[in-house]
């Protein structure tokens, strides 16, 4: 059973569309995180949520809202795309004191 | 949370130990020391962490410094598989976020 668990795994879509990722973990854990790792390779935080309540919002536009409809999902939807979204986006969940789990990751291309 | 300091990159002989290391001199009291890997076009992958002692894992290895401010991640016989990107991260237990740095790429050789 996968563990963190993402779709789709690959997103090819025009600029201005909206589109959806979904994010599923099976582990019981209380917190999720959306990461983006850009061309460069460099994987930085986008949201935080504990127990469905959103912790962290790293400046990211709001055209990015994510959800957690339960504990174990964390979706991010995102309005008007614009190529410079264009990247991998990664889910990821942990235990307060553990280490985290992450997803085999979202491939989001903007044409 | 406080920042760590890693090489770019090193090598390794396959079979040998990887010894990788990170500076952390500004670790606060209640901040553990994690460390994960990337490999290519994967989700980064948990290796390990600890506070102040030493711990091993199926995986690794964590020497932890006795001032906590510095550690290394031990792969005792390191393989072709092994090659990747890891990071060094400090993290309290909170739900706060895991900032990763540029982390060591490490290649593992024939």
């Known amino acids: 059973d996968t563990a963190v668990s993402q779709t789709p795994k690959y997103l090819v879509t025009q600029m201005g569309n909206d589109k959806s990722i979904k994010c599923e973990q099976n582990?019981?854990?209380?917190?999720m995180y959306w990461y983006k790792q850009d061309s460069k390779k460099f994987l930085k935080i986008m949201f935080s949520?504990?127990?469905?309540?959103?912790?962290i919002n790293e400046t990211v536009p709001n055209r990015f809202s994510p959800k957690s409809p339960d504990k174990a999902h964390l979706n991010l939807h995102i309005n008007s795309l614009e190529l410079g979204d264009s990247a991998v986006y990664f889910c990821?969940?942990?235990?307060?004191?553990?280490?985290?789990?992450f997803g085999q990751g979202t491939r989001l291309t903007v044409v | 949370d406080a920042k760590t300091t890693q090489p770019t990159s090193m090598d390794c002989a396959e079979g040998r130990a990887a010894n990788l290391p990170c500076n952390h001199s500004?670790?606060?009291?209640?901040?553990?020391v994690y460390w994960y890997r990337q490999i290519h076009s994967q989700g980064p992958q948990y290796i390990i962490h600890g506070l102040k002692n030493n711990e091993t894992n199926e995986m690794a290895s964590l020497i932890i410094t006795e001032d906590r401010k510095s550690s290394t991640l031990i792969l005792p016989h390191a393989t072709l598989r092994d090659t990747a990107v890891y990071y060094c991260?400090?993290?309290?237990?909170?739900?706060?976020?895991?900032?990763f740095g540029t982390g060591t790429r490490l290649q593992v050789t024939l």
């Open positions: 582990l019981g854990h209380d917190t």
């Open positions: 990821a969940s942990r235990t307060l004191t553990g280490g985290a789990f």
């Open positions: 500004t670790i606060s009291g209640n901040e553990y």
């Open positions: 949520y504990n127990n469905k309540e959103l912790i």
């Open positions: 991260i400090l993290h309290t237990g909170t739900a706060s976020k895991l900032t």
